[in-house]
């Protein structure tokens, strides 16, 4: 006869013949005790009520014995209530000692494992993991992580803490086995916390100010800059590691780049023209340059000759008026007469040289109001006027091509605080930082004590501002992280040295930083989320500890040995 000796050392007699399956349903039904098969619904029930049942069994073994006592004589006195006592009864919420706890506990575990075997189960239980997930969730709504990734370790910590705190011990002493699970409990809250942070702030991500409107103006950002904080300076820090560095510091130095060409976009926007890519550092400035050179050339070829009439003479005269000192208004005087009075002696202006005034009297506006001297400065207003003077001459005079002129003005304006940028002491090969444009764009500002300026109204001033708090304040050199790398080789301190894992890592952040990677991240991280989107990320990201509960409960509680 076949004879079956089980974990326990107890053998088991079948009859010759009897079929393998009928002799393993005869072993579970005696494993089992005969009990009966688990449902589903019944394991699910099991892993929600887990805390509850740990959670008396830990206060009636933590708390002192008056206080267990006081609890027990509250508890009977509303289980005889006429209205709640049928209630709190068949909840089970009955008087108990720590001894009947810690009896009922065991019980109850070995009934459930009993019912499982006798339902043919092994292995990982699903439903039971389902159940136990009801529990944590509430925990991780009540213990809210205060979203930052330092926040989730603690946050993660206390969570698995107090999962470990309420998981029953079926086994062992409970002075031996509590302290155990709620150590490892922690333990792994704590590094679960930074995962579900994570995961939580890819589900609605919590990006820094301006991340989003520079995406929008075609900005290309490292994985460090669109996430911002630990991130940003933990990506700046692996610049100086040997092969992957040279990649993210040359990855930087591309998001200073796009941010020169979306401020050259930003200039180009009123004339309608557009770089998708092409011309960096001062090729950049050349091609901006010239685009609004051929729009000022396009409009001056389709305008009519201009006709002197009243109105410019009377605003000449009225610039004439001005309050100068004698030597400088001689000066006006002199450039108002060689350059407008004597052109009109012909009773007209042709397009070409009004072209050549208009750009000469700006330039004169340009230089007096970039002198350090006031009175200077005052004749550099009086240049200025005069310039609007002729410009709306030619408005009245061409009213169709009017808008037009007034976008290139206004892309020419824009462009000169770029082209101040580039050309800074700082700028590489005319690459300037965000910084540079903000110094540019300040200079620029021509309102009196730069009050736009201090109102963050500036021209130009929302798009360097922006950068600012996003991108490096320099120009990051790859050549110098590739001079560390190879330093570093030349020492024998190489990735040969470092660990396989290590190594994968490096490899895997190396693919990151391809141009085709960063965009996808980017166009991921920026995406919009709606409502119900951004309240489940912010929950998840401070509910890693808790929603750990599938790996720390069977960590903490290994229920299997009951029936060994």
């Not at 976009?265 to 770089?275: C, F, V």
């Not at 002198?371 to 169709?400: C, H, I, M, Y």
């Not at 990735?495 to 890592?505: D, E, G, H, I, R």
Request: proline share 7%; charged share 20%.
């Amino acid at each position: 006869m076949p004879i079956v000796t089980l974990s326990s050392g107890q053998e088991l007699e079948f009859p010759e013949g009897m079929s393998q399956d009928a002799m393993a349903a005869a072993i579970r039904n005696f494993v089992s005790g005969g009990a009966a098969p688990a449902t589903t619904m019944g394991s699910i029930a099991q892993g929600a009520f887990d805390p509850l049942q740990g959670g008396a069994q830990a206060l009636t073994q933590m708390l002192p014995t008056g206080v267990v006592e006081a609890v027990n004589a509250a508890t009977a006195a509303v289980n005889r209530a006429p209205v709640i006592g049928p209630i709190t009864r068949a909840l089970g919420m009955t008087p108990a000692t720590p001894e009947e706890i810690q009896t009922q506990t065991i019980g109850r575990e070995r009934a459930y494992q009993q019912s499982r075997l006798a339902a043919g189960e092994t292995g990982v239980d699903i439903p039971r993991i389902a159940g136990s997930l009801i529990p944590s969730t509430a925990l991780a709504l009540a213990t809210r992580n205060p979203q930052s990734l330092a926040g989730s370790i603690g946050v993660g910590g206390v969570q698995g803490g107090l999962l470990g705190l309420a998981e029953p011990v079926t086994t062992g002493e409970f002075a031996e086995e509590k302290p155990q699970q709620v150590g490892t409990g922690a333990a792994l809250g704590a590094a679960l916390g930074p995962l579900g942070y994570a995961i939580g702030r890819a589900i609605a991500p919590n990006l820094p100010a301006g991340v989003k409107e520079l995406a929008a103006e075609g900005v290309q950002m490292t994985p460090g800059q669109v996430m911002g904080g630990i991130p940003r300076s933990v990506e700046s820090a692996l610049t100086s590691v040997p092969l992957l560095g040279p990649r993210i510091a040359g990855a930087m130095r591309e998001s200073v780049e796009s941010f020169n060409t979306a401020a050259a976009n930003r200039a180009l926007a009123p004339i309608e023209e557009k770089i998708v890519e092409g011309p960096v550092g001062r090729d950049l400035i050349s091609f901006v340059n010239q685009k609004i050179a051929n729009k000022y050339q396009d409009i001056f070829s389709r305008s009519s000759d201009l006709v002197p009439d009243q109105e410019l003479g009377q605003d000449i005269a009225a610039v004439l008026r001005r309050n100068l000192l004698p030597d400088l208004m001689t000066s006006l005087r002199r450039e108002v007469d060689d350059r407008i009075i004597q052109p009109l002696q012909a009773g007209r202006l042709t397009a070409e040289e009004f072209k050549e005034i208009i750009s000469d009297i700006r330039k004169l506006s340009s230089d007096y109001k970039g002198s350090a001297v006031g009175s200077e400065r005052k004749l550099g207003d009086a240049f200025k006027e005069l310039r609007t003077s002729l410009q709306n001459w030619f408005e009245r005079t061409n009213p169709n091509l009017a808008p037009e002129l007034k976008a290139a003005d206004q892309a020419y304006a824009n462009f000169k605080r770029l082209s101040q940028a580039s050309a800074s002491s700082g700028a590489v090969e005319g690459v300037f930082t965000p910084a540079q444009l903000s110094t540019a764009v300040r200079a620029g500002d021509e309102s009196l004590d730069r009050a736009r300026f201090a109102r963050g109204e500036a021209l130009m001033q929302d798009l360097s501002d922006r950068a600012r708090s996003v991108l490096p304040p320099t120009i990051p050199d790859s050549g110098t992280a590739i001079r560390q790398a190879t330093g570093a080789l030349a020492t024998g301190s190489s990735t040969m040295s470092f660990p396989y894992a290590t190594l994968a890592a490096l490899a895997g952040l190396y693919g990151a930083y391809t141009p085709a990677a960063r965009q996808a991240f980017q166009r991921a991280m920026v995406a919009p989320r709606g409502a119900a989107t951004q309240a489940i990320g912010r929950e998840v990201a401070g509910a890693g500890g808790a929603l750990g509960q599938p790996l720390i409960s069977p960590l903490v509680n290994p229920r299997e040995s009951l029936l060994q």
